[in-house]
């Protein structure tokens, strides 16, 4: 049988469910992109999701998975920061924001990298692809690119190209955007601040191109990357990340009409997004927030206890309560074992998505000794005798 334990009281270390949060609805944010993911490091939350999976043009976006592989490459020890590598004809003739290479180069990876992340460079994505291509072309590395976005969990990337130049079938969501900006973030956190430089002169060759195109960065709110793109077909767009104290967001916009509308549209959800909601702590570990019932055990119920403290995101301002359920199925058949998971709280914030969160047993529950299992037994006995033979089942 599912149970569900529900409360509007105060979280506090009774054994019982008493759980309320004060909170108001954040206001929505409406905004101006064709598409616009915002996600909440910290506790995972999503705040805005606009046309979230919609395959859509990236840009140089996209160049956010060339890096991604070629980081991998250097972890794995197939590529150093010191090799210096080729520029072939087909990574010359790439026009647009560039590095300005040509076949008599033989540039070092860690520039190549500063020239993707700074400058933008397509000739530099492309010097990447084909030193790490499975055959040795662009369009191999951009099969790679897609079939290793899948196993990331981007399930709407399609990579005709290195550099987000435009092509057919070239395309990412925003989520999938977001879901790699997190990967960088989390996975090289060495060579992630690499993405905070605000330029990078390479060689003398391109004074015109030294500057980081990220609007954020020197606005003092926290920015520290990722990176902007920008075609007639996708539009400005942003994948960037901004940190307040603990907590952490990361954004994707894409479709913006110009560079202004861009940095203006970045700024507002970077703002929006850590003034309209705060991380609480609503349940500490090993503190039980209900007893859930145990069957032929040496105890009648179990508390039930967050593994770890958990921390939910919810909309700043203090008023409405909001309510919980502690919900699982019981009753819990013994032998149980401390830490063993057995029910979800569930949390539902208005204008939010629903929260889940796992409660596990808070102590060990061995199987009742021979005078429980004769009252379970007399005490289903009975049932049947009053209720019918479907009863205490």
Known sequence: ???????????????????SLSSLSAAAFETK?????????????VLLAKNAEAP??????????????????????RLTLDEQLPVS?????????????????????EDLLRGIIVLSGNDACVVLAEALSPDGTEAGFARYMTKRAKQLGMNNSTFANANGW?????????????????????????????????????????PSNIHNRNPLLKLGIGADGLKTGHTAEAGYGLVGSAVQGDRRVIFVVSGLDS???????????VTWSFRQFASKTIAK????????????????????????????????????????????????QAPIKK????????????????????????????????????KTAATVLVARFINGPEAAL
Request: proline share 6%; no cysteine.
């Open 1 to 19: 049988m599912i149970h569900i334990l529900k409360s509007s009281a105060s979280l506090l270390a009774t054994g019982a469910l008493v759980l």
């Open 339 to 374: 830490g063993q998971k057995l029910a979800e709280l569930v949390l539902q914030p208005e204008d939010l998505p629903e929260i889940r969160l796992p409660l596990v047993a808070a102590n060990d529950v061995p199987s009742g000794g021979f005078f429980v299992r004769v």
């Open 56 to 77: 859509l043009p990236p840009a140089s976006m996209s160049k956010l998975m060339t890096l991604y592989v070629a980081f991998e490459a250097i972890r794995d020890g």
């Open 166 to 206: 435009p092509a057919a079938g070239h395309r990412m969501s925003v989520q999938d955007l977001a879901i790699l900006a997190e990967h960088l973030i989390e996975d090289f956190p060495e060579y992630y601040p690499l993405f905070s430089e605000t330029e990078f002169k390479f060689d003398g060759r391109a």
């Open 89 to 109: 004809e087909h990574a010359m003739s790439y026009g647009g924001s560039t590095m300005f290479l040509d076949t008599t180069d033989r540039v070092r990876v």
């Open 259 to 269: 560079n202004a509308a861009r940095a203006e549209e970045a700024e507002a959800l």
């Open 33 to 45: 992109a064709r598409a616009a993911y915002v996600v909440d490091q910290l506790t995972d939350t």
């Open 285 to 332: 570990a090993s503190i039980p927030v209900a007893q859930a019932e145990v069957w032929r055990g040496a105890q009648t119920t179990v508390g039930l206890v967050p593994a770890e403290d958990l921390t939910v995101l919810l909309p700043a301002l203090s008023g409405k309560q909001i309510n919980a359920e502690v919900v699982y199925t019981g009753p819990i």
